[in-house]
């Protein structure tokens, strides 16, 4: 470890994010909570299966039962289908198959070529807003933004003249703080769609749940959190940096690298090849006849071939590209690096493909149990005796997850524990899964750049090291907390704007969900 390294891993932290820092780092690894609780799921459903439970389905009527799935026949038929279970498992197949394409682009060099590109030939006057936007975009390729937005970001601020924490700070606003902000379908998109399409179908098994169910309100919030980005950027943060002096070694300052010709060459030719093959998709999507649309003629309708194939869009939407940029310029010899692309961008998720074991174990013993039904009804009852409106529930899954978010670092982790309890709870309130979702990315976003528990902070920390020496976790978070808490304030009254004038979230979304006669 680098003595870079060390200082950030040991720089202390006080106060409120001292104690965030000690609690989370007691907490154990998420795989290891979700075998923790579908021990307790199992423990509980075995004592509560002995209870006469006064509480009823309001979709059925039927009276709700807690099923022992520690008798001998349902921990067997658990064994049984355990592989099953997990194969079958919604969030899985549509986030790797994602990678596939994005791996791709990013093993060719596309996509930071791309990025490299675009911050290149920004006037210096929409610097800011281009590096929040550079950030949120990024996402697309999953981690891509930590590793190369946020330095860059730094990197041209100082060659503009400008301090370079603020550059770090902006990148990292778009990147972590505006996570669930982007007009380019990402692999986020059917992670937390699969999640929450496994929680809604605890409380009605027929439900559908669109890969792109918060498109719009995800493309709008791109705009709001540029624009506040930039703001907060120019007029409060990178002015109170003005005391702080650089004092990293001239030497090894970080340099922004001119793109090549041959990088140039085949990023037009790259960018070109998407553009295509976006004209020719909407080509054939005109016709009446289209084989992309439902018998009825309907493009946006569950049924509708385009709408089951978006996942597959965004494979081909990364990989071709991907393809044409690594011939051009010649970072791709064959098919073999192709191939090796997409081997790495699987071996990128093999801790996602471990924690999403356990957790389809602990969301499939949830609601087999009954205790997920059992849970959302009695909390429904709760909310609905409270006579809270609508808005104000919103608020507080929007809270409830940012502080959950304080402790629990993993996206997936944190939906897969929450979308079975908020998704049927919410349901049975009349509140559509879609928007239950929304609050959720709200929540989760807003509060990333804070948490010294989210995996790439300390490795921000190390940027920030190369230019200002005694930056420790507490620097960080202190200067991201206006981002953070203006962020999480003014995108919540965003998504309650969307709600209150009915603006669609996405494609085949709700506001409101009525319980099947």
């Known amino acids: 470890m680098s003595e870079q390294e060390q200082a950030a891993k040991a720089a202390p932290t006080k106060g409120f994010l001292g104690t965030v820092e000690r609690v989370g780092n007691a ?7 979700f075998i923790a609780l579908l021990g307790i799921v199992w423990v509980l459903s075995w004592w509560l299966s002995y209870i006469e439970f006064n509480i009823f389905h309001p979709a059925t009527g039927e009276r709700i039962i807690v099923v022992n799935q520690l008798a001998g026949e349902n921990f067997v ?38 990025i490299r590109g675009l911050l ?65 379908p990402s692999s986020l998109d059917p992670l937390l769609q699969g999640l929450t399409l496994q929680g809604a179908q605890l409380m009605d098994p027929d439900i559908q749940v669109n890969v ?11 705009v709001l959190i540029t624009g506040l980005g930039w703001y907060l950027t120019d007029k409060v943060v990178e002015p109170r940096l003005k005391g702080v002096e650089i004092d990293g070694d001239a030497e090894d300052l970080p340099e922004l690298h001119p793109i090549e010709p041959n990088e140039r060459r085949g990023l037009r030719w ?61 970072t791709m010899k064959g098919m073999k690096d192709m191939i090796d692309g997409m081997t790495r961008a699987m071996r990128d998720m093999a801790y996602y493909l471990v924690i999403m074991f356990f957790i389809a174990q602990f969301v499939i013993a949830f609601g087999q149990s009954g205790l997920g039904t059992l849970l959302a009804i009695s909390g429904a009852r709760g909310l609905e005796a409270l006579g809270l409106p609508t808005a104000v529930t919103i608020v507080g899954i929007v809270l409830l997850t940012g502080f959950v978010n304080l402790f629990v ?52 920390v ?26 999480i304030v003014t995108w919540t009254i965003f998504l309650l704007i969307f709600y209150w004038l009915g603006i669609p979230l996405g494609i085949l979304s709700s506001y409101e969900y009525t319980m099947p006669q």
Not at 98 to 110: N, Q, T, Y
Request: charged share 5%.
């Open 462 to 487: 190390i940027y920030c090291q190369r230019y200002v020496k005694n930056t420790g976790i507490g620097t960080l978070a202190a200067m991201m907390l206006p981002y953070s808490m203006t962020f």
């Open 120 to 184: 290149n030939v920004t006037p210096k006057q929409l610097l800011t807003p281009m590096v929040i936007l550079v950030g949120i975009i990024s996402h697309s390729a999953v981690d891509a933004g930590y590793v190369l937005v946020i330095p860059i970001g730094g990197v041209i601020f100082y060659a503009a003249g400008r301090h370079p924490l603020a550059g770090i700070a902006a990148a990292f606003a778009g990147v972590s703080g505006g996570f669930s902000a982007n007009f380019v």
């Open 212 to 222: 792109l169910n918060n498109y719009f309100f995800t493309t709008a919030s791109s």
């Open 409 to 460: 670092g993993s996206a997936s982790g944190k939906w897969g524990l929450l979308a079975p309890i908020f998704v049927p709870m919410l349901m049975a309130l009349g509140v559509s899964p879609d928007l239950t979702q929304a609050a959720y990315r709200v929540g989760d976003s807003s509060t990333n750049i804070i948490t010294p528990l989210m995996p790439y902070f300390p490795l921000v």
């Open 270 to 330: 790259a960018l070109l090849s998407m553009v295509g093959g976006l004209v020719i998709l909407a080509l054939t999507l005109m016709p009446a006849d289209s084989p992309w649309r439902d018998p009825s003629g309907t493009l946006v309708s569950f049924g509708a071939p385009i709408m089951q194939s978006i996942v597959s869009l965004i494979f081909f939407l990364f990989m071709i590209p991907g393809i044409v940029y690594g011939r051009v310029a010649g």
């Open 77 to 114: 038929q658990f064994m049984a289908t355990m592989v099953t279970r997990f194969m079958t498992f919604g969030p899985i197949g549509v986030v790797l198959v994602a990678m596939l394409g994005i791996g791709v682009a990013e093993h060719s060099g596309f996509i930071t070529t791309a």
């Open 27 to 33: 907490l154990p690894d998420p795989a290891v909570l």
